[in-house]
Structure formats: structure tokens, C-alpha cells
């Protein structure tokens, strides 16, 4: 039997023995049980915090952004996530819009999730906290962002785009979509390619402003249809309206014809 640290790893062509050990569930062999042990990681103080910067440890981090998140919203109740433009200012009417979906999704009983930031979110926001409802934000750690805006009532703060991603879906019925960028229409599209695919069962999308939306609806028409990429059912997926009134009763009706048994 071996003495040293390597257990004897199966034999190869019967005449070697291949050296090999475990680091918790992962098996080393060859060249890669040179990597220190993990407890040499944690007890050594000389090696620095550079195994805050590692893999594994990102896991964690990522770990902890899903419990809070989870944790934070599971009694957050009916609510539907309202995206735009960081970049829309006070005196846009689409701020106007936003403050006015806030309202009326807050009368309808629903609690209002944005990103969190200024411009179109704050406006969504401000309307939702304005009347007396739940008004979320969920924030992203980024070099140029301003922080929380003023009317969140609720907020967390996020490293990892995917894991604030996934807490817009999970704990929302449905998005609204104001103009914005590619952030808002990297979350627009996130949103139909799980309809689509049937990850979520049900998922209303309603986009405001037809002059806005059209020339890019138009493309995924006369490009994406035209040339087999997407079925002409996935069209529906989306409502295209200017009345945030509309935009809210679409969005609602939708989301209470899938609960309906």
C-alpha cells in the first residue's frame, strides 16, 4: 500500500499505477494532484485573500444572492415587472407613462419590481410607492449606475445579472416594457425565449410605445419569420400598445386567464 498522501489510482497497461487523490467529490490524477490541498488554502495566512477571487468562491456568492433574493420576495405577493430606460428623463412622457403603470398596477392589487434605477424604473416606482402599494427594486452592481432610486421601498442589490434576472421572472406574472436600451432588451427578449420554450407556463408582455417598438418588431417579423427562425405563434407572444391604461389591462387579463383552472 502507499504511504504517502497520493492513493493508488487503477492500473494502466498493468505495469503503472497512476497517482491520484480526492479533493472533497473531485478526483485528481496526474499533474493535477499537485494543487494544494484546499485546507492549506483556508489555514495559511501567507497565501493572501486570493481565494476570494476563485471559483468555488464566486458559487458562494452566487449562492448567497439567491437566498437573499428568495428569501426577501417569497411573501412578496401578485406582481409584475416594469422595465425601461435608466437613461428616461423626468420631462420624457414616457416618465409619465411609468409613473401611471405604477399607479394602476398597485390599484389592481399587484406589487411593481424594477430594476431599481432612475428613469423609466424610478418612474414605475415613484408611481407604485405614490399609491400606496409594494414597490421593489432590484439592483445591479455596475461602473456607471447611480444606485437605488429614491421611491424603492424594498430593495436588494445584486452582483450577477443572471441571478437579479431570475428573481424578475420568479416573483413577477408579467413585464411591461417601456422604451429603453440594451438592457431592457436583453431582459424583453430573456422574457419571450422562456415563453417560448415553455419555462414559464404563462408570461403577458406588453411593450408601450408603438412608435418605438415597431421598426424592431417589424425586423423580427420581415428577418426572424421570413426566414423560419421563430413559428408565426411566437408573434403573440408580445402586445404592442401606447395606452398605459391598455398596457395594464392586457398585461392582467392575460396573467388572470392562466390562472383561471
Known amino acids: 500500500m502507499p504511504t504517502d498522501e497520493f492513493a493508488s489510482g487503477p492500473a494502466r497497461s498493468g505495469a503503472h499505477h497512476t497517482p491520484s487523490r480526492r479533493r472533497g467529490q473531485v478526483e485528481l490524477r496526474r499533474g493535477q494532484t499537485k494543487e494544494p490541498q ?17 471559483d468555488p468562491w464566486r458559487v458562494l456568492r452566487i449562492q448567497s444572492e439567491f437566498v437573499e433574493g428568495f428569501g426577501t420576495l417569497a411573501e412578496l405577493g401578485p406582481a409584475i415587472s416594469v422595465f425601461g430606460s435608466a437613461r428616461t428623463p423626468r420631462d420624457s412622457p414616457f416618465y409619465a407613462i411609468g409613473e401611471e403603470v405604477g399607479r394602476r398596477l398597485v390599484e389592481a392589487n399587484y406589487a411593481v419590481i424594477t430594476g431599481g434605477g432612475p428613469g423609466a424604473m424610478e418612474a414605475a416606482n415613484k408611481g407604485a ?3 400606496g402599494g409594494v414597490s421593489v427594486g432590484l439592483g445591479i452592481e455596475l461602473p456607471f449606475e447611480q444606485g437605488m432610486n429614491e421611491w424603492v421601498d424594498l430593495g436588494i442589490n445584486f452582483r450577477y445579472f443572471f441571478a437579479r434576472k431570475t428573481m424578475f421572472v420568479k416573483y413577477a406574472q408579467g413585464f411591461i416594457v417601456l422604451p429603453g436600451g440594451f438592457g431592457t432588451l436583453d431582459e424583453l427578449f430573456e422574457a419571450m425565449t422562456l415563453v417560448q420554450t415553455q419555462k414559464v407556463t404563462s408570461f403577458p408582455i406588453v411593450l408601450i410605445g408603438t412608435e418605438f417598438w415597431a421598426p424592431l418588431w417589424e425586423w423580427v417579423r420581415g428577418s426572424l419569420l421570413a426566414n423560419g427562425m421563430i413559428a ?26 392562466h390562472r383561471s383552472p
Open 129 to 131: 410607492c405614490e399609491a
Open 232 to 257: 408565426a405563434k411566437d408573434l403573440d407572444l408580445v402586445h404592442l400598445v401606447d395606452d398605459p391604461a391598455e398596457a395594464v389591462r392586457l398585461v392582467l387579463a392575460d396573467t388572470a386567464s
Open 38 to 54: 484546499s485546507d492549506r488554502y483556508l489555514l495559511d495566512s501567507a497565501s493572501g485573500n486570493h481565494f476570494t477571487k476563485t
